[in-house]
């Protein structure tokens, strides 16, 4: 009895059960360490010291971006909470992301914006980017947001009203 009640007790936040767990394995997180490595070198490779400064330019802007859009999309909400809300490097989580709990379908509504609306804020920089820069915008976009989108893949099925917490090796959904 005192086993099930402390797996229980582990299990259970208030009133919500843990249903899933998204575990991030240690391939995962190599092969996302990887993927910008290969964006850098190749950058440097093709373009030189354009490259670099592009490169750089790709991280700071897609953050950038990626901030501006989030907190848009949280003044949208009835009762936007900015506190769950911060800048963190949690392993493959970097950026601006929750950091308490937060209902799955804000979570998914949210990073549908950011990834749609992201694309546009980057082609309305065509113009006045180089072909550098340009491919560092999309591909840091698409990097920082490649582990919220497996996550909430991985989360389909889940119901919306449900809660998530990640952490820097799992993502645990609970709910009612």
Not at 20 to 48: H, N, P, Q, T
């Amino acid at each position: 009895m005192r086993g099930t009640l402390a797996e229980q007790a582990q299990a259970t936040i208030y009133q919500y059960h843990l249903m899933k767990k998204v575990v991030v394995r240690g391939e995962l997180y190599r092969s996302y360490l990887c993927a910008i490595v290969i964006l850098a070198a190749f950058l440097v490779l093709m373009y030189r010291l354009e490259g670099v400064k592009a490169f750089g330019i790709g991280i700071l802007c897609s953050q950038f971006i990626h901030f501006i859009i989030i907190r848009l999309t949280l003044i949208r909400v009835d009762e936007p909470d900015y506190r769950r809300w911060g800048w963190r490097v949690l392993g493959i989580w970097i950026g601006y992301i929750p950091v308490a709990y937060i209902e799955l379908g804000l979570f998914r509504r949210v990073h549908r914006h950011i990834f749609w609306l992201g694309i546009c804020a980057i082609a309305v920089l065509y113009p006045w980017t180089n072909e550098a820069t340009m491919i560092s915008l999309m591909m840091c976009h698409f990097w920082f947001l490649a582990p919220r989108l497996v996550t909430l893949t991985r989360l389909r099925k889940s119901k919306r009203d449900g809660v998530i917490k990640i952490t820097a090796n799992e993502v645990s959904y609970y709910h009612r």
